[in-house]
Every structure is written in structure tokens, then in C-alpha cells.
């Protein structure tokens, strides 16, 4: 299920649901090519329960059994060992 939200001219609050992911992005294209202000898109999906992401990390495995190694540190990811590392003076 999606909601769709936009204001109208006489700037009243307007929402529309819509099943279909497609058609709700063709109806957000058509209101913000209209001109139309404060169009945006929400979506629930009645099947997820709990918070998205990994929400428990015991001994480094989440609740499926998965390793889990991610850290903040190395959000980026690690430097290959033939990267070359480019310095605004070698350019």
C-alpha cells in the first residue's frame, strides 16, 4: 500500500492510496509536473515486523544465523592492497 500526499492550489491537503508501486510513481510524476507542491510518497509494508536492519547481534551472527561484521570504521571498506591513493599534489 502507498500513499500519496501533495497540496493543491488553494493549498489544502490532498492524499491518495494506491497499491501498485508503478502507478503510485506515474501519479507522483503527474502531480509534480502539474505544478503542484509538497508531493511525496509513503509506503507500509504489512509484512515487515520489526525495525529494518539488523536489530540483535549476538556473538557476531544475527537472529538468521548470518555472520555480521559490519562497523562504523569500516563503513567505507578496507583499502585493496593495489589501490593507489591519489593526493591532490599528484594530480
Known sequence: MFKI???DAQAQA??????SLTKALDIVKARRDAGL??????AEDPSHI??????????GKTP???DYDWSK???AGK???H???LAVKDR
Open 79 to 81: 583499502s585493496r592492497k
Open 50 to 59: 520489526g525495525k529494518p536492519g539488523v536489530d540483535a547481534v549476538v556473538g
Open 14 to 19: 490532498c492524499s491518495q492510496d494506491e497499491a
Open 37 to 42: 507542491s509538497f508531493v511525496t510518497m509513503v
Open 5 to 7: 500526499y501533495w497540496t
Open 64 to 66: 538468521d544465523g548470518q
Open 83 to 85: 589501490d593507489k591513493v
Open 73 to 75: 570504521a569500516g563503513r
